[in-house]
């Protein structure tokens, strides 16, 4: 019995790489496939410090954060900083990731977490969707397309730094 879920389990690994990434014996007219995690990077309020509640969080223009994936032998394979815009979003495009196993497939290997805020007031890291330990890559069926460039976006996070102090609230 569990001769045949690994079976399942490694076939369904091979079917899912090979939906996102062509082989390697492609044609000059196929489209390059590239990998890009998305997502969004806020300030948590104080009136929710210490849970994962995102609300009254305002969004953090410039802050970084980094994707960091490891191969199948737990060895980091792709490491780089991202920032974000304006509007607290980043679009991290993974130039020079690369799978050299069914196991480094970007679900399982790629893992988001925040590194800095430019916020004084508000430059502590939070646990939220697991910053610390690294937010894990969500497939929500996005893909960006182009003549010649085709990317399939993941997401991470939300993901959150928090204010170092918060004043107390006062009950009457």
């Keep these: 019995m569990a001769g045949r879920q690994l079976i399942v389990l490694v076939s369904s690994l091979l079917l899912t790489v090979l939906a996102f990434f062509p082989s390697t014996t492609a044609t000059e007219h196929q489209k390059k496939i590239d990998v890009v995690?998305?997502?969004?990077?806020?300030c948590q309020s104080c009136d929710h410090s210490g849970t994962w509640s995102m609300t009254g969080a305002k969004p953090i223009p410039s802050a970084k954060i980094s994707v960091i994936c490891k191969n199948h032998k737990?060895?980091?394979s792709f490491y780089k900083a991202f920032q974000t815009n304006a509007d607290g979003?980043?679009?991290a495009h993974l130039d020079g990731f690369k799978m050299n196993h069914m196991l480094d497939h970007p679900l399982q290997?790629?893992?988001?977490?925040?590194v800095s805020s430019p916020l004084e007031d508000c430059r502590l890291l939070s646990n939220i969707n697991y910053g610390l330990?690294?937010?894990p890559l969500r497939y929500e069926d996005k893909r960006v397309m182009g003549s010649s460039y085709e990317a399939v976006v993941f997401s991470a996070g939300p993901l959150a730094f928090r204010p170092?102090?918060?004043?107390?609230?006062?009950h009457y």
């Design 74 to 76: 737990d060895q980091v």
């Design 89 to 91: 979003y980043f679009y």
């Design 37 to 42: 995690v998305e997502g969004m990077v806020y």
């Design 109 to 114: 290997a790629c893992h988001v977490k925040p």
């Design 133 to 135: 330990s690294g937010a």
């Design 164 to 170: 170092e102090s918060c004043t107390p609230k006062t």
